[in-house]
């Protein structure tokens, strides 16, 4: 009483305003990114986005483990990147490379090239990256030392002995990412290595890290500096929930995102018709992942039955709205692989539904159709729990048709929606249930059976593995999928690829779905020469190595 | 439990003044009688009048939403992300279900999620309050400390936490989960009234002449409460109601069912702002918003009832 | 003297009883999260010490050791503030996750219930005083109305019209990117215009509590006799009513107050999760779909207590404030 005597209620209400009035004032100019190109000379600023944080970005720039901000792929290179679409390779650290005989690989490094902190970068680095994968087998994310016996340098060649002719995985072995020897060699444990300092030989160096952004400059000692353009690359974070990365996308605040959107036309190209374009090639197939490790899935005839249930046109649509299209069971993309094809596979390998025979393939695995419920011999319904990262929508939406379709047929299907890392962690190790996830996209059909179904990956549950998340192993299939690694001749591949497609028709190890896009959506606003379908030089993910090769071909609009 | 739940408890018990006239054991007007006078005196209040117009609408709504709704709500028939358009009147989600259908048939659900779990909020409440006001002593201590902290502990975490633990995913769950979480306003607000009941003259001539407890407290007490139990029946509800929709926006309700909390849980995972499709964001929030709002405005009712000061002169 | 003793006794069983609240919670539940909480930290990579192993086991009940040596040790972790580690972030402590986010939320709350409390108390003063007449329909019905939007959906309109379509304000995030928190005036600018929308939509939601308890206030203190003694001396009603009547009502009421800050701090819940805001609601959005127990956990002690605290603290000071209370 005595202290409210003398304020009334114009005071109050002045002092809000004023608050209300200055917040919105000062700030108007801040609601767009506060990240505009001011103080960056000359080339302009690319925005990415694309990094996902958990929530926020954890710093990360270490090349070889699998948890790096994407921004590494434009710190550190590698020998060679083959196109993803073609296989045409673009050569970097390495100038060139030969069989000189079925086992031998000889690549010749580029000379003059520096690390970003002054030292020359010598074949010497690259014998010991290789190494560090040897000595480090949690580094070994590819299964290189699978394949390769020794690692040596002589001169200004690299050489790389095979246990046994492998000729594709010269794709894997030149992706390998180079790092710094005179840095490396002392790090104690470089699989945690979070690597906050990066030192390469690539086309930028990291010049900030805040948890929502961080930020690259130019290198102005890269081999190649005349043909990149943009002086600075902002990655700034994307938010945990897909709609509002979606809103963001749409907002006209990045030159490069990557995301699904729902009627791109009138959500995207309409927002800014001048400047926005947008490339959605097929960029692996979606599909779904049983854990081989537990019945029923270890049955093939209860895998028959669930890929026989599903009508992967309705999936397809509810998915990506007829973007892409179904996928063939061969594993291959079809019509860009189309020349790898089994011609003896019917209709190309796509497999319409068919609830009859999958009913049939049910019987065989012991489950029959009870009032609506699919139950085996105890009588107990088929239950699944299918995994998938709670923002990847279009896969959100697939699962929930399979709910319904599998419904249908009487299996019982629970969705879990966590947050990526969960996801990623739950595959890896091998504790999901059925999991949605990518298969092949390599644009290498050896790599794309290889990751899926060679039985080396095929790690116990509980140790984490990054590839044949299913967990698939047969020793005919090795020895199929060596057949092919040692093939030099075009005809012998082809064979062997086919005996592979065999497998995935057959044997149904991974239940393809339908085709997943490559999300490109571009502004030309500030830089044109984007991947498109004119001009298809590779994929338009900017969480790999493409990214690399894109900005080589990036200039000012 | 939202800030509603206290909208708003009477200033003063209303045993004194009230219109209600103290019954004795002898002749209790029917049931009927009752109902009737009350939904008479409720109506010529104007904010409960118009509570009970919404209110009625959605009931029939929801009642004949197979007669009314022009295709079935789950059937994924039509082009996705439609707006508007003269066959699908709200347009169309994203697996390409027409939502002024889901709309329908999600009254049924909002409805009954909210009248049972505002009912077993209540019956808890009424409960709990009654043999704390009615019994003194370390009983009444005991309680009231409890209905103190249920008051405090926040109640949507609490629901997010139970909701996320409880394995199975289904419309009852959100009942329970609510209803467990939404009594305590209403107890507290029993309490005081039985605990001033309890001292009456009527009271205590019941007692003294005999009668069993559960008569004393369903015959003389509880009848003398009838518009406090319905002022927390109706803040219950309205609890429940946004709650429903909170944990099923969140995720955590059964998303085959189809209510309004489901259907912006769709619009937002299929992000109906980005394809322009606000009316599947505006229509069932709305809904939520109306069916809330009418319950509170009944309840206004139901205290002027009680308190003559609140009423309008 | 006694009577914030007795208070603050009250504080403190009531601290107790929501600590072993959420110690039984976990208990009582169907299927344990134990095992999954624990495959999942294994399956993380990181290294896991046995006394954090330890930590998750105890604070969601694990089957060996029993249940009073646990509970004693479960008091322990708490008064040390080890609440383990959550494998949403299993680099980083619970403890350090949710330290980063409480200021956040804090100010998010802190400031939305001071805007809805200086705004409903003046609406409901305006509604007492005019009691009866359209203006107090309008402000009563209107407030109620408002209060009834779910917080989440008005959440998302705003979102759409202020910040999509009109681009006023950001889309997500409490401060734009690349910046590094810090007590500079441009970053508090920056921070305070992105939690314009998110307070906005908490406020509006909120109101109606303060408004009604407001008018309520106005209404019983108009009847009361010094009014009317003013009246009959022939003071003008509106002088009353501003002078004696709002000021005497102002005082804000504790239960009200508590009732409000629930609101807020559930509502903020959904509300943190649309805007991206990085608060406590946004965590507990991430901890629901990865059925992150143990950060779920420690989530609801924390919001609890930190409500507790509040709480707590307007009660000593409303008895301060108003001699009427102390008995």
Known sequence: MRRLSQTGSPLLLAVVAAVVATGLVACKGSANNASSSSGVSGGGTLTIQGDAGNPTLVENFNPLASAEMHGTYLIYEPLEIPSPIDGTYTPFLATGYKFTNPTTLVYTIRQNVKWSDGKA???????????????????????????????????????????????????????????????????????????????????????????????????????????????????????????????????????????????????????DSAHNVYWFPPGGTIALYLNLTKAPYSDVNFRKGLSLSLDRTTIETKAVNGYMGVASLSGLILPNLQKWLDPSLPAKGVVAQDKTAAAAAFTLAGYTNTGGKLVDKSGK?????????????????????????????????????????????????GTFDAAVGGFGGTGNPYTDFNNALNSSFATAVNTPTSNNFERFKSPAVDQALAALASATAEPAQLKATEALEQVMYTQTPVVLMYYGGSWGLFSTKNFTGWPSAAHPYTLPTNYSNAMLVVLTHLTKS | MSILATVPPPREAPGGSAEITLRTSAALPGPV????????????????????????????????????????????????????????????????????????????????????????????AVTIGLIAGYRPGPVDEVLSFVTNLALVIPGIPLMIILAAYIPSRSV?????????????????????????????????????????????????????????????????????????????????GNPSTVSWGTILYYAQQQNALLTGQWVLVLAPGLAIALLALSFTLVNFGVDALSNPRLREK | MGYAL?????????????????????????????????????????????????????????AHGNVLSQYGQYLNDIVHLRFGRSFSFPTETVTHTIAKALPWTFVLVGATTVFAFVIGTLLGVYAGWRRGKLADSTVTIGATFFAAFPPFWL???????????????????????????????????????????????????????????????MINILGEDYVTFAEANGLRTRTIALLYGARNALLPNVTAFGLSLGAVVGGSILVEGIFSYPGLGNLLYVAVSNRDFPLMQALFLVITVSMLVAIFVVDLLYTRLDPRVRQ
């Open chain 3, 6 to 62: 007795r208070k603050v006794v009250l504080f403190f069983i009531t601290l107790w009883a929501a600590i072993t609240l959420n110690f039984i919670l976990p208990r009582l539940m169907p299927g344990s999260p134990v095992d999954a909480a624990l495959g999942k930290l294994a399956s993380s990579g990181v290294q896991i010490t046995n006394a954090q192993r330890q930590a998750v086991e105890i604070q969601l009940g694990s």
């Open chain 3, 155 to 217: 959440g998302l309109l705003l979102l759409y019209a202020l910040a999509y379509k009109l681009n006023w304000f950001a889309i997500k995030g409490g401060y734009s990117p690349g910046l590094t928190p810090n007590f500079s005036l441009s970053f508090l600018s920056d921070a305070f215009q992105h939690s314009v929308l998110p307070a906005l939509t908490l406020a509006v939601t909120s109101l109606s509590g303060w408004v009604f308890g407001m008018r309520n206030n």
């Open chain 2, 172 to 252: 009852w769950t959100i009942v329970f989960v609510v209803a467990i979480t939404s009594w305590a306003t209403g107890a507290r607000v029993v309490r005081s009234q039985a605990s001033t009941l309890r001292s009456r003259e009527f009271v205590t001539s019941a007692v003294f002449s005999g009668e069993r407890l559960f008569r004393v407290v369903f015959r003389e007490i509880l009848p003398n409460m009838t518009s406090l139990v319905a002022a927390s029946f109706f803040s219950a509800a309205t609890a429940a109601v946004m709650a429903e929709a909170s944990l099923e926006f969140l995720g955590l």
């Open chain 1, 121 to 271: 970068f010598t074949p010497a680095d690259v014998v010991f990256t290789f190494n560090l994968l040897k000595k480090f087998p949690a580094l070994d994310l590819q299964g290189v030392w699978q394949q390769l016996s020794t690692v040596t340098a002589s001169g200004n060649d690299v050489t790389v002995t095979f246990k046994t002719p492998n000729v594709p995985f010269a794709g894997t072995i030149a992706q390998t990412p180079i790092v710094p020897e005179h840095l490396w060699a002392s790090v104690a444990d470089p699989a945690k290595f979070a690597n906050t300092k990066p030192v390469g030989t690539g086309p930028y160096t990291l010049t900030s890290f805040a948890p929502t952004q961080y930020a690259l400059a130019k290198n102005p000692t890269y081999w190649q500096a005349s043909k990149i353009v943009p002086a600075q690359v902002l990655f700034p974070a994307q938010a945990s929930n897909q709609s509002t990365n979606q809103l963001d996308v749409t907002s006209g605040k990045f030159d490069w995102a990557y995301n699904f959107l729902p009627d791109v036309q009138k959500t995207f190209i309409d927002r």
């Open chain 1, 381 to 429: 319904q088929a239950a699944m729990t299918i995994v998938m990262p709670t923002n990847f929508s279009d896969w959100v939406a697939a699962a929930t048709e399979v709910r319904t379709e599998l419904g249908a047929a009487g299996v019982k299907v629970t969705l879990d929606l966590p947050q990526y890392a969960q996801y990623s962690s739950s595959i890896q190790a």
């Open chain 2, 33 to 124: 009688q009752f109902l009737s006078r009350a939904l008479r005196t409720l109506w010529s209040n104007g904010k409960a009048r118009l509570g009970l117009t919404i209110l009625g609408v959605f009931i029939l709504i929801a009642l004949f939403a197979p007669l009314l709704a022009p295709h079935s709500p789950t059937a994924t028939t039509f082009p996705p992300y439609l707006n508007p358009t003269s066959t699908n009147l709200f347009g169309t989600t994203g697996n390409g279900q027409d939502v002024f259908s889901q709309m329908l048939y999600g009254a049924r659900v909002s409805l009954l999620v909210g009248l049972s779990a505002g009912l077993a909020a209540t019956i808890v």
